[in-house]
């Protein structure tokens, strides 16, 4: 999975609690990619970093937050857990190619489960 | 709006038969255009791209596409599918954003190769 790690695998918690996915790459991509996976949506781009400390929003990032502190990690917070947000939750990275993303390589995925 | 479709949830075929999976796109400028397999609790693999040049483009596992400007398509195909060809297959555009660029995904299709 391209030098790319996220944790947990899996995670239940409760409506209401604080979850943090964290990915993980070795391969010192300048892009990284939060998505979420759900029957019939494919995935959908939750937020994305261009750099360290620079993020943007995705399609569906309310809900969300994310942080990126330095190159190798991009952290996704749900602030307040509700049940909508169970899901499939992928990071991807790409490398810089003459300035633009790459192709983009994907984790092994989260599975989230908010009771 | 940019998009795109994958008209069919689910495609079957025979071992040694050809296949195809159908994926059509609206984008406004040229595409770039990628194809992603997903199995069994993993991550999406990349499989292959167009960004410029020959229609036809090869990819991994035998995996070939064909890119078709007028009827804005990009169907995956193979000549002859294996029963391990059997898994979720994900079409996606390359969008630009203010900061990067993303991936509208398809809805995914499932391909179920009977031995």
């Known amino acids: 999975d391209a030098g790319i790690t996220q944790s947990p695998r899996h995670k239940v918690t409760e409506t209401g609690t604080p979850v943090t996915l964290r990915c993980h790459q070795t391969?010192?991509?300048?892009?990284m990619y939060w998505y979420r996976q759900d029957p019939g949506h494919g995935l959908r781009l939750i937020h994305y970093?261009?750099?360290?400390?620079?993020?943007d929003k995705g399609e569906v990032s309310d809900g969300y937050s994310v942080s990126r502190s330095k190159t190798e990690d991009f952290l996704l917070t749900l602030e307040s857990a509700t049940s909508s947000q169970t899901s499939v939750y992928f990071c991807?990275?790409?490398?810089?190619?003459?300035?633009?993303?790459?192709?983009?390589?994907f984790g092994p995925g989260t599975r989230l489960t908010v009771l | 709006a940019q998009s795109v479709a994958q008209p069919e949830d689910q495609v079957n075929v025979a071992e040694g038969n050809p296949l195809t999976v159908k994926c059509t796109y609206s984008?406004?400028?040229?595409?770039?255009l990628f194809w992603y397999v997903q199995y069994p609790n993993r991550g999406l693999q990349f499989l292959l791209k167009?960004?410029?040049?020959?229609?036809l483009v090869k990819g991994s596992y035998g995996f070939e596409a064909e890119f078709n400007k007028s009827q804005t398509s990009f169907h995956l195909k193979k000549p002859s599918a294996l029963v391990s060809d059997s898994a979720l297959y994900f079409c996606?555009?390359?969008?630009?954003?203010?900061?990067?660029?993303?991936?509208?995904f398809g809805s995914g299709t499932r391909l179920l190769v009977r031995p």
């Open positions: 991807a990275i790409s490398e810089s190619l003459a300035g633009r993303p790459g192709e983009q390589f």
């Open positions: 391969e010192n991509h300048r892009y």
């Open positions: 970093s261009y750099g360290v400390k620079d993020t």
């Open positions: 984008v406004s400028g040229n595409p770039y």
């Open positions: 167009y960004i410029t040049g020959d229609n």
């Open positions: 996606a555009v390359r969008v630009r954003m203010d900061s990067s660029y993303k991936l509208i």
